[in-house]
């Protein structure tokens, strides 16, 4: 979800950027603010393992051997807010900037299944359990090493982004739009490489040499 604000005012807003000649020469430095959140982690034992097979397949991920009885998933949740001001400079000219920008990152509905055919108190059960539950804490693990690369990322990309000209008032809240979605544009390769980085991490637990291990573990 993109959100923007917009306030218009006939005077510029920064000092620094009073002689601006244009809106690209106006320094942006607005407040910035990252939040993030792990979500409320869910368990779900209602499903046998086919059909937590076949949930698999949607998220493009399987298990093997043992670990078919049990899956972990998260969605990665994004939004950006941005609040906007109008300005006349000096020389007439009319630019909108941001005052403040706020990026959420964070994990989404995180859910752990248990076949139903696995009793809760059988070795398997534990052992899938805290195999899955490995698997969410990597998650929180890579949010976390990635959330000071986001802010750094987040704070240049809006520093960098021009301010944009307009003609006319009624044009703010469109030029508002804009620059929200200049900024969901370039932060989106860093979201994606997240992804990717998420995944490649998870390999490490999902091999066949790690299934054996924890197979093992009950025989």
Partial sequence: MKKLFFILIFTPFFCTNA?????QDIKIFPQI???SSYGKLYYDTSKNIEQITDYAKKYGLTEGGLFASGLATVDIATDISTNTIGSFQNNGTLCVYPTKATLFI???????YISKDLKP???????????EQTHQYINKEMLDYFLPLFKEAFTKIIHQT???QITSINQVDAASQQLTNQYNKKILPLIEFFKKEMIKEQGHLDNKSNYLREKNLCF
Avoid: D, Q
């Fill in 19 to 23: 002689l601006a000649e244009n809106c």
């Fill in 33 to 35: 603010e990252i939040f």
């Fill in 106 to 112: 964070g994990l989404s509905n995180p859910t752990i």
């Fill in 121 to 131: 108190e059988s070795c398997e059960y534990k052992v899938v359990l805290r195999h």
């Fill in 162 to 164: 021009p301010a944009i």
